[in-house]
Antibody, heavy 125, light 106 residues
Framework: QVQLVESGGGVVQPGKSLRLSCAAS????????MHWVRQAPGKGLEWVAV????????HYADSVRGRFTISRDNSKNMVSLQMSSLRPEDTAVYYC??????????????????WGQGIQVTVSS | DIQMTQSPSTLSASVGARVTITCRAS??????LAWYQQKPGKAPKLLIY???TLETGVPSRFSGSGSGTEFTLSISSLQPDDFATYYC????????FGQGTKLEIK
């Protein structure tokens, strides 16, 4: 069965960096895009970043572009999120999620089908 | 960027009732819309994708419809396990979530 397990969260001061990791199992990792989605306390879901199955394409939300970097290691079935210049508004539970693409129309459109349990990141002095 | 707007933000209903949640996109997204259910302290769970396709294992009392800019999620006969927060998400152009609809017990 698909399992996604996040690690690396914690409390960090504003302006500092933190690296989240997500270990994947139960599927052919190198065939699927991987995402990070976050949820601030008491708020809704916010999509953060995606890395394509081969690691060659990455996209970011405007709120994190230039500060966060998503990467993957297909040999280790791992996806990571390097977070720099952290701000209090980055405080959230961070989820990694696997996508599945529908390419029947010629272009591909991918929704998120499995999620990790989430990990807390708190940015505070 | 495509914006997603859900209504209502909160919905109170009784066990056995039928409820409908609406999601509107700021521009056409064809049928590239998913619905998720989230319970407190838990990860979201995929219910429906491609606007109306039920994910494997999801009860048939859940259904989705719509295309273009207007979509609905319906639950035909509410069960106690259904009280949760529901999110729509477009995946036509990157990914954007609606703000969520909290379904409460009346």
């Amino acid at each position: 069965q698909v399992q996604l397990v996040e690690s690396g969260g914690g409390v960090v001061q504003p302006g500092k960096s933190l690296r989240l990791s997500c270990a994947a199992s139960g599927f052919t990792f190198s065939n699927y895009g991987m995402h990070w989605v976050r949820q601030a306390p008491g708020k809704g879901l916010e999509w953060v970043a995606v890395v394509w199955y081969d690691g060659n394409n990455k996209h970011y939300a405007d709120s994190v572009r230039g500060r966060f970097t998503i990467s993957r290691d297909n040999s280790k079935n791992m996806v990571s999120l390097q977070m720099s210049s952290l701000r209090p508004e980055d405080t959230a539970v961070y989820y990694c999620a696997k996508d599945i693409a529908d390419c029947t129309s010629g272009a591909c459109y991918a929704h998120l089908d499995y999620w990790g349990q989430g990990i807390q990141v708190t940015v505070s002095s | 960027d495509i914006q997603m707007t859900q209504s209502p933000s909160t919905l109170s209903a009784s066990v056995g009732a039928r409820v409908t949640i609406t999601c509107r996109a700021s521009q056409s997204i064809n049928t590239y819309l998913a619905w998720y259910q989230q319970k407190p302290g838990k990860a979201p769970k995929l219910l429906i994708y491609k606007a109306s396709t039920l994910e494997t294992g999801v009860p048939s009392r859940f259904s989705g419809s719509g295309s273009g800019t207007e979509f609905t999620l319906s639950i035909s006969s509410l069960q106690p396990d259904d009280f949760a927060t529901y999110y729509c998400q477009q995946y036509y152009s990157h990914w954007t979530f609606g703000q969520g609809t909290k379904l409460e017990i009346k």
